[in-house]
């Protein structure tokens, strides 16, 4: 994989830049700058080469969203940015003339294309036009098959940036962990995790399964689950998973309190007792033998919240970041709400590796390449 150090003339050259600029955006501003601060070194090693930079990237997923809130957020870390509010054509043709060496232009939202997400060949031809080089540095959309990730290289020649060079060289270790080893793995959407579940049996110690993802399980068990959070899962294969010994799934959770606010919850062992409140988190119980696999572990490799994070069920998912942090196990994690429970907490720099990508990270450990990555070879 040729990486941007491998790019010979610099000097006043349009490069076009696929960063990472999809983050979580509040009453107009961004509330988590931790992707556009990994987005930094790759620009700045452009910037001090005297290239002219140039920045795409998505925001969102229905097309509608602006970037010039993370235009406004960005400019904290880089001074000699500019936006534009056209992706491709005349506007933007002639904001790209403008840029003076050492200078970065961030485009609008790529996703108001509906060839983006399409892959539409005239759409990466439209986005081409802008540079002569291109420098995938956008690990979080590398497992799409979108125009700026794989129809641009198509057209010209392409490089890694530095984030996707480390995130590869990271999550290849995470492939061959030291032992003992805990992989973890929340969040929802069997279908989507059955892939890296099944490789991480096959290559660490313990695979406990947690978030809502444990509900598809528990159902297959026979519990009851009308009540809470399941996909539309393959049975027969939860059901050939649960008989690996390696995997671990909850002993008890918090269940909803009906007419209780909606992050308050109680908790209940599954002993065979029919949990008709919606289940919203891991509990106690499980949560306390996780700790004891965290602090057995020599690494830990960690995707997904414990609990319905986003209302407010935090409790397993902050003690779960805290013990790991503490553990001195080699540690990477990745996934939104992950990231955002460290980030609250303050211990982002207790962890070996935190990974930009949550599904690109489950995809990667599953296959060992992605299509963005296979697209610069």
Same mark, same amino acid.
């Given at each position: 994989?040729?990486?941007?150090?491998?790019?010979?003339? /610099?000097?006043?050259?349009?490069?076009?830049?696929?960063?990472? &600029?999809?983050?979580?955006?509040?009453?107009?501003?961004?509330?988590?700058?931790?992707? /556009?601060?990994?987005?930094?070194?790759?620009?700045?090693?452009?910037? *001090?080469?005297?290239?002219?930079?140039?920045?795409? %990237?998505?925001?969102?997923?229905?097309?509608?969203?602006? &970037?010039?809130?993370?235009?406004?957020?960005?400019?904290?870390?880089?001074?000699?940015?500019?936006?534009?509010?056209?992706?491709?054509?005349?506007?933007?043709?002639?904001?790209?003339?403008?840029?003076?060496?050492?200078?970065?232009?961030?485009?609008?939202?790529?996703?108001?294309h509906s060839g983006e997400k399409n892959?539409?060949?005239?759409?990466?031809? $439209?986005?081409?036009?802008?540079?002569?080089?291109?420098?995938?540095?956008?690990?979080?959309?590398?497992?799409?098959?979108?125009?700026?990730?794989?129809?641009?290289?198509? #057209?010209?020649?392409?490089?890694?940036?530095?984030?996707?060079?480390?995130?590869?060289? =990271?999550?290849?270790?995470?492939?061959?962990?030291?032992?003992?080893?805990?992989?973890? +793995?929340? !969040?929802?959407?069997?279908?989507?995790?059955?892939?890296? +579940?099944?490789?991480? &049996? *096959?290559?660490?110690? @313990?695979?406990?399964?947690?978030?809502?993802?444990?509900? $598809?399980?528990?159902?297959?068990?026979?519990?009851?689950? =009308?009540?809470?959070?399941?996909?539309?899962?393959?049975?027969?294969?939860?059901?050939? /998973?649960?008989?690996?010994?390696?995997?671990?799934?909850?002993?008890?959770?918090?269940?909803?309190?009906?007419?209780?606010?909606?992050?308050?919850?109680?908790?209940?062992? /599954?002993?065979?007792?029919?949990?008709?409140e919606a289940v919203l988190d891991n509990?106690?119980?499980?949560?306390?033998?996780?700790?004891?696999?965290?602090?057995?572990?020599?690494?830990? &490799?960690? @995707?997904?919240?414990?609990?319905?994070?986003?209302?407010?069920?935090?409790? !397993?998912?902050?003690? #779960?970041?805290?013990?790991?942090?503490?553990?001195?196990?080699?540690?990477?994690?990745?996934?939104?709400?992950?990231?955002?429970?460290?980030?609250?907490?303050?211990?982002?720099?207790?962890?070996?590796?935190?990974?930009?990508? %949550?599904g690109a990270m489950l995809d990667f450990?599953?296959?060992?390449?992605?299509? !963005?990555? =296979?697209?610069?070879?």
């Amino acid at each position: 994989m040729r990486t941007v150090r491998d790019i010979r003339v /610099l000097e006043n050259v349009p490069v076009m830049v696929r960063a990472a &600029l999809n983050v979580p955006i509040e009453e107009g501003k961004v509330r988590n700058t931790f992707r /556009l601060r990994q987005a930094v070194p790759t620009i700045r090693f452009l910037q *001090e080469r005297h290239a002219r930079v140039i920045l795409i %990237g998505h925001i969102g997923d229905t097309g509608t969203e602006t &970037l010039h809130p993370v235009y406004e957020a960005m400019r904290e870390f880089l001074p000699k940015l500019s936006f534009c509010r056209a992706t491709t054509g005349p506007e933007a043709r002639a904001a790209v003339r403008a840029l003076v060496p050492g200078e970065v232009l961030m485009l609008e939202n790529l996703r108001r294309h509906s060839g983006e997400k399409n892959n539409d060949p005239a759409f990466a031809a $439209d986005l081409a036009e802008l540079a002569d080089v291109f420098v995938e540095d956008s690990f979080d959309v590398c497992h799409r098959k979108h125009a700026s990730v794989v129809g641009v290289p198509e #057209l010209l020649p392409s490089y890694a940036g530095l984030l996707v060079e480390h995130e590869v060289a =990271e999550l290849t270790k995470a492939l061959t962990p030291k032992r003992p080893s805990l992989a973890i +793995i929340g !969040g929802a959407k069997f279908s989507t995790k059955q892939p890296v +579940i099944k490789v991480l &049996l *096959e290559r660490y110690d @313990n695979v406990f399964v947690g978030g809502a993802l444990s509900n $598809d399980f528990l159902k297959a068990k026979g519990y009851p689950m =009308e009540a809470s959070l399941v996909s539309d899962a393959d049975e027969a294969a939860i059901r050939e /998973l649960l008989k690996h010994p390696r995997l671990v799934i909850p002993s008890d959770e918090i269940y909803a309190v009906p007419g209780a606010p909606a992050s308050t919850g109680k908790a209940g062992l /599954l002993d065979g007792k029919a949990p008709y409140e919606a289940v919203l988190d891991n509990g106690p119980r499980t949560v306390a033998h996780l700790m004891e696999l965290v602090r057995n572990a020599k690494t830990v &490799l960690w @995707n997904g919240p414990l609990g319905n994070y986003e209302k407010g069920f935090v409790e !397993g998912t902050e003690r #779960l970041a805290d013990a790991i942090a503490r553990s001195g196990a080699y540690s990477v994690l990745g996934g939104g709400d992950t990231i955002a429970a460290v980030e609250k907490l303050g211990i982002s720099g207790h962890f070996s590796f935190i990974s930009t990508g %949550g599904g690109a990270m489950l995809d990667f450990i599953a296959h060992g390449t992605l299509p !963005g990555i =296979e697209a610069l070879s």
